[in-house]
């Protein structure tokens, strides 16, 4: 034993294993030992070592806080000299370790010895917080004795013993207390859990207090708990029920106040040292909500199953249901104590996060069935008007039919004389032949059809007449019938549209944009929210363009390109409503009403567009320039703005055709060639011909149909293209009259009148030359034919006609001077230098 004790390293390493107790009479076994190996640094570092163990901190000696300012009486209490003592030097390790050893050997001790009676003094025995304090801090202090495997054991195998035993009699205390509602002391009783490391415990007890009551989470069996009574109408428009707001509000209350308790307790046990509610509420969203939410919509899906609709359809009360949840069990719901001040914003977070599955599938079925939605209203509408068009149809073939009966003894002189005359109500256009129809109604229309030809072909047998007159009967009411169809079409063609279905539509495309957008405080959802709010845009477009606007204009056109109305005043068969409004071409008057419905759709997408989409930022015109909604858009204004241009011009062409019809009836040979006054001729005022007031009157009429229907580029290019086009007609129509010196007073006063109308209401500024240059063609016939030279200057002054006519124009124009013959060889011989006699054959 002298020999190894000579051995300072083996020294050194037994007293590093040795007891406090034992240390200290190592040091004392002899002075050889004591001066050369346990004194100075090395009895230092086992001090220091001991104090590391139980989470002290060395430091050097210039770093080190005086502890001259710790208070004497407070290194003598065990549960306030860890904070008095937080570091240490070298130097001092010793003494600092046996204030620890002062505060807590006696606990040690005992725990050593298993002697666990009354094992606190009396000052704790009535704190368990305090017992708990020293019970965490005696396991700290224990952590110095690693060193001594046996002691250690010892004392961590009492003191687990001591704890439980501890744990357990508060858990019985808190359990008593709760009993007898003292949440005060329960609380003071929770906080010695917490401190203890047993948060578990805590949870659990409280969990064991927040059992929600089987009675809250059961759904009545009645499907009028959820279901709102519906009219027929409102069920026919949304196809399904909708949910009863106050019975899920008599639900929900007593569960957010169940919640609202909860937090209270929260609050009272735990108070802001724990924050337990979060996790109690995440369980509650979790357990309770997504059961109920998941019952909810099985039992509307099996409501609408009983009611032979769609059952999938039961994802429609998803928005109501979701905003109904955020309201109850985050908005109304208390503040909290125990989670701090976001617990609002991270209970709106849990809600979230375990909802975003159902709303996700309520956004992916939204659109498909909102197509549909949409759809089959403009389905409906086009299947009304068809059967309306095929009853009003019918009418006419009965009206038609009834007034060429011989049986009919009221009709006979009118069947004599092959006219006929009955007034035919008519509220619908026919219906396109593009257009479906039916199967239900094919029989009928065909039935109509086939009794219309059974009846013409039958028609020559009723009435004795040659061949020649039955088969101008026939046609003649073959082209009845058929005008008339055309006719009542025309006098409709603005119902093609329903302007009130169309505000309907964008309405509900408005709902249900908001419906949706009213996630978006869903942040993970907001790309999708945008994409399906735009999608709902653009079914929007797609469906009015490709279901209900392209057909109506498509439809129209072809009317348009059908009227003919000198076949009506061709016809000897009359009916009234063939007759066209006094003054008016009936295509282009109802087309204008057509684009000005159309032109109202369009302000009212645009007012959407501006109005929801862009302020929502489901588009960024800035940045999505090229997205297909924009595009969808930009091509639904561009179709309907071809189709306007396309109608327009149609409708020009059939107003040109009317004005030349009027210029070949109404221009009498004798208005620009009046024949020579006798004494009994009455003497005729100089103003315009009947002729040129009907025209301009047919033109007044039609020129400014477009004012507030469309924009003003439109109007002027529209009137501008009516100037032109008249111009051409007059041209035309002039170059066909004679027209002689004496008559040229009254062209003129029509050219005047003509110009009048352009210059002075019209007011084009690109057409006025025009009518300039025609006012310049009536001096050539003004022009006596004893002046035929002068005549010949003027057709050779082409600055005289304002440069819109060649000098072969001119030329042509002065050829319809009723003394033509007379006056052309001056004429030409002014004109080119020659006459024919000047010319010779060598």
Same mark, same amino acid.
């Given at each position: 034993?002298? %020999?190894?004790?000579?051995?300072?390293?083996?020294?050194?390493?037994?007293?590093s #294993?040795?007891?406090?107790?034992?240390?200290?009479?190592?040091?004392?076994?002899?002075?050889?030992?004591?001066?050369?190996?346990?004194n100075?640094?090395?009895?230092?570092r086992?001090?220091?070592?001991?104090?590391?163990?139980?989470?002290?901190?060395?430091?050097?000696?210039h770093?080190?806080?005086?502890?001259?300012?710790?208070?004497?009486?407070?290194?003598?209490?065990?549960?306030?000299?860890?904070?008095l003592?937080?570091?240490?030097?070298?130097?001092?390790?010793k003494?600092?370790?046996?204030?620890?050893?002062?505060?807590?050997?006696?606990?040690? @001790?005992?725990?050593y010895?298993?002697?666990?009676?009354?094992?606190?003094?009396?000052?704790?025995?009535?704190?368990?917080? @305090?017992?708990?304090?020293?019970?965490?801090?005696?396991?700290r202090?224990?952590?110095?004795?690693?060193?001594?495997?046996e002691?250690?054991?010892?004392?961590?195998?009492? #003191?687990?013993?001591? !704890?439980?035993?501890?744990?357990?009699?508060?858990?019985?205390?808190?359990?008593?207390?709760y009993?007898?509602?003292?949440?005060?002391?329960?609380?003071?009783?929770? $906080?010695?859990?917490?401190?203890?490391?047993?948060?578990?415990?805590?949870?659990?007890?409280?969990?064991?207090k927040?059992?929600? /009551?089987?009675?809250?989470?059961?759904?009545?069996?009645?499907?009028?708990?959820?279901?709102?009574?519906?009219?027929?109408?409102?069920?026919?428009?949304?196809?399904?029920?909708?949910?009863?707001?106050?019975?899920?509000?008599?639900?929900?209350?007593?569960?957010?106040?169940?919640?609202?308790e909860?937090?209270?307790?929260?609050?009272?046990?735990f108070?802001?040292?724990?924050?337990?509610?979060?996790?109690?509420?995440?369980?509650?969203?979790?357990?309770?909500?997504l059961?109920?939410?998941?019952?909810?919509?099985s039992?509307?899906?099996?409501?609408?199953?009983?009611?032979?609709?769609?059952?999938?359809?039961?994802?429609?009360?998803?928005?109501?249901?979701?905003f109904?949840?955020?309201?109850?069990?985050?908005?109304?719901?208390?503040?909290?104590?125990?989670?701090?001040?976001? #617990?609002?914003?991270?209970?709106?977070?849990?809600?979230?996060?375990?909802?975003?599955?159902?709303?996700?599938?309520y956004?992916?079925?939204?659109?498909?069935?909102?197509?549909?939605?949409?759809?089959?209203?403009l389905?409906?509408?086009?299947? $009304?008007?068809?059967? @309306?068009?095929?009853?009003?149809?019918?009418?006419?073939?009965?009206?038609?039919?009834?007034?060429?009966?011989?049986?009919?003894?009221?009709?006979?002189?009118?069947?004599?004389?092959?006219?006929?005359?009955?007034?035919?109500?008519?509220?619908?256009?026919?219906?396109?032949?593009?257009?479906?129809?039916?199967?239900r109604?094919?029989?009928?229309?065909?039935?109509?059809?086939?009794?219309?030809?059974?009846?013409?072909?039958?028609?020559?047998?009723?009435f004795? #007449?040659s061949?020649?007159?039955?088969?101008?009967?026939?046609?003649q009411?073959?082209?009845?019938?058929?005008?008339?169809?055309?006719?009542n079409?025309?006098?409709?063609?603005?119902?093609l549209i %329903?302007?009130?279905?169309?505000?309907?539509?964008?309405?509900?495309?408005?709902?249900?944009?908001?419906?949706?957008?009213?996630?978006?405080?869903?942040?993970?959802?907001? /790309?999708?929210?945008k994409? !399906?709010?735009?999608?709902?845009?653009?079914?929007?477009?797609?469906?009015?363009?490709?279901n209900?606007?392209?057909?109506a204009?498509?439809?129209?056109?072809?009317?348009?390109?059908?009227?003919? /109305?000198?076949?009506?005043?061709?016809i000897?068969?009359?009916?009234?409503?063939?007759?066209?409004?006094?003054?008016?071409?009936?295509p282009?008057?109802?087309?204008?009403?057509?684009?000005?419905?159309?032109?109202?759709?369009?302000?009212?997408?645009?007012?959407?567009?501006?109005?929801e989409?862009?302020?929502?930022?489901?588009?960024?015109?800035?940045? =999505?320039?090229?997205?297909d909604?924009?595009?969808?858009k930009?091509?639904?204004?561009?179709?309907?703005?071809?189709f306007?241009?396309?109608?327009?011009?149609?409708?020009?062409?059939?107003?040109?055709?009317?004005?030349?019809?009027?210029?070949?009836?109404?221009?009498?040979?004798d208005?620009?060639?009046? /024949?020579?006054?006798?004494?009994?001729?009455?003497?005729?005022?100089?103003?315009?011909?009947?002729?040129?007031?009907?025209?301009?009157?047919?033109? %007044?009429n039609?020129?400014?149909?477009?004012?507030?229907?469309?924009?003003?580029?439109?109007?002027?290019?529209?009137?501008?293209?009516?100037?032109?086009?008249?111009?051409?007609?007059?041209?035309?129509?002039?170059?066909?009259?004679?027209?002689?010196?004496?008559?040229?007073?009254?062209?003129?006063?029509?050219?005047?009148?003509?110009?009048?109308?352009?210059?002075?209401?019209? @007011?084009?500024?690109?057409?006025?030359?025009?009518?300039?240059?025609?006012?310049?063609?009536?001096?050539?016939?003004?022009?006596?034919? $004893?002046?035929s030279k002068?005549l010949?200057?003027?057709?050779? =002054?082409?600055?005289?006609?304002?440069?819109?006519?060649?000098?072969?124009?001119?030329y042509e124009?002065?050829?319809?001077?009723?003394?033509?013959?007379r006056?052309?060889?001056?004429v030409?011989?002014?004109?080119?230098?020659l006459?024919?006699?000047?010319?010779?054959i060598?």
């Amino acid at each position: 034993m002298d %020999s190894l004790l000579k051995v300072p390293e083996i020294v050194i390493n037994i007293a590093s #294993f040795l007891s406090t107790t034992d240390y200290l009479n190592f040091q004392q076994i002899n002075k050889r030992v004591y001066n050369s190996v346990v004194n100075g640094d090395n009895d230092s570092r086992y001090w220091s070592l001991k104090l590391t163990r139980m989470g002290l901190k060395r430091v050097p000696s210039h770093e080190m806080e005086d502890n001259k300012l710790v208070d004497e009486n407070n290194d003598e209490d065990p549960i306030c000299i860890f904070e008095l003592y937080k570091s240490f030097t070298s130097q001092d390790s010793k003494e600092i370790f046996k204030k620890f050893y002062h505060c807590y050997n006696s606990f040690a @001790k005992k725990l050593y010895n298993n002697n666990l009676v009354n094992f606190f003094p009396a000052s704790y025995s009535s704190d368990p917080l @305090k017992q708990i304090k020293i019970l965490n801090l005696i396991k700290r202090y224990n952590l110095s004795n690693r060193n001594d495997t046996e002691t250690f054991t010892k004392i961590d195998t009492s #003191f687990n013993i001591i !704890r439980d035993i501890f744990i357990n009699s508060v858990l019985k205390e808190m359990e008593l207390n709760y009993q007898s509602n003292n949440l005060v002391t329960v609380a003071h009783f929770i $906080k010695v859990l917490l401190i203890s490391n047993e948060e578990s415990n805590a949870i659990e007890f409280f969990k064991s207090k927040a059992d929600l /009551p089987p009675s809250l989470t059961v759904l009545s069996s009645d499907d009028e708990l959820f279901l709102k009574e519906q009219s027929q109408e409102e069920e026919n428009e949304r196809g399904t029920g909708v949910l009863n707001p106050e019975s899920l509000d008599k639900f929900l209350n007593p569960l957010r106040d169940f919640l609202n308790e909860k937090i209270k307790l929260a609050d009272i046990l735990f108070q802001s040292e724990f924050p337990v509610i979060l996790q109690f509420v995440e369980s509650f969203i979790q357990d309770v909500l997504l059961d109920i939410l998941n019952n909810i919509l099985s039992n509307y899906s099996a409501f609408l199953k009983s009611n032979d609709k769609d059952s999938k359809a039961n994802y429609e009360c998803l928005p109501e249901l979701y905003f109904t949840f955020v309201k109850k069990f985050n908005t109304e719901l208390n503040d909290s104590v125990n989670a701090g001040p976001t #617990f609002q914003k991270v209970v709106y977070e849990l809600l979230n996060l375990y909802m975003e599955p159902f709303v996700v599938n309520y956004m992916n079925q939204t659109t498909r069935v909102f197509e549909a939605l949409i759809n089959s209203q403009l389905v409906n509408y086009d299947i $009304k008007f068809q059967d @309306k068009e095929r009853e009003q149809n019918a009418k006419i073939y009965n009206s038609l039919k009834d007034q060429t009966d011989p049986t009919n003894t009221s009709n006979n002189d009118s069947s004599n004389n092959h006219s006929i005359t009955t007034e035919i109500s008519v509220t619908a256009p026919e219906a396109d032949s593009k257009q479906k129809t039916l199967p239900r109604s094919a029989h009928s229309t065909n039935s109509i059809s086939d009794d219309k030809l059974d009846f013409l072909s039958s028609f020559t047998k009723i009435f004795k #007449f040659s061949n020649n007159e039955n088969q101008k009967l026939k046609q003649q009411l073959q082209l009845a019938y058929n005008l008339n169809l055309i006719s009542n079409n025309l006098q409709n063609i603005k119902s093609l549209i %329903s302007l009130d279905l169309c505000y309907k539509i964008l309405h509900e495309t408005s709902e249900k944009t908001d419906e949706i957008y009213k996630f978006h405080t869903m942040e993970n959802l907001l /790309p999708l929210i945008k994409l !399906r709010c735009q999608e709902i845009f653009k079914i929007l477009i797609t469906q009015l363009s490709n279901n209900h606007v392209k057909p109506a204009f498509e439809k129209a056109i072809m009317l348009l390109q059908k009227y003919n /109305p000198n076949e009506i005043k061709q016809i000897e068969i009359k009916f009234d409503s063939l007759s066209a409004a006094d003054g008016q071409v009936e295509p282009l008057v109802q087309f204008t009403e057509l684009i000005n419905i159309g032109d109202i759709i369009l302000q009212m997408i645009s007012i959407f567009y501006k109005n929801e989409l862009i302020p929502k930022k489901i588009i960024d015109k800035n940045k =999505d320039f090229l997205n297909d909604v924009i595009q969808l858009k930009k091509n639904f204004e561009t179709s309907i703005d071809d189709f306007v241009a396309e109608g327009l011009n149609i409708g020009i062409n059939k107003l040109m055709d009317e004005i030349s019809f009027i210029f070949k009836t109404q221009q009498l040979p004798d208005d620009y060639n009046p /024949p020579p006054p006798s004494e009994n001729s009455p003497m005729r005022d100089i103003k315009p011909t009947k002729c040129a007031v009907r025209v301009v009157e047919l033109l %007044s009429n039609h020129c400014f149909l477009l004012t507030g229907a469309t924009d003003k580029g439109t109007i002027d290019v529209y009137q501008q293209e009516i100037g032109e086009r008249f111009f051409n007609e007059i041209v035309k129509h002039l170059r066909k009259s004679f027209i002689s010196t004496e008559g040229a007073i009254w062209l003129i006063c029509d050219i005047n009148y003509f110009y009048d109308f352009i210059a002075n209401k019209l @007011k084009q500024k690109n057409v006025v030359p025009y009518f300039v240059g025609l006012k310049s063609i009536g001096q050539l016939y003004i022009i006596s034919g $004893k002046d035929s030279k002068e005549l010949g200057k003027l057709i050779s =002054d082409l600055g005289k006609f304002n440069g819109i006519f060649t000098q072969e124009e001119i030329y042509e124009f002065v050829q319809r001077r009723s003394d033509w013959v007379r006056v052309r060889k001056d004429v030409e011989k002014v004109m080119y230098g020659l006459g024919l006699r000047d010319c010779c054959i060598m």
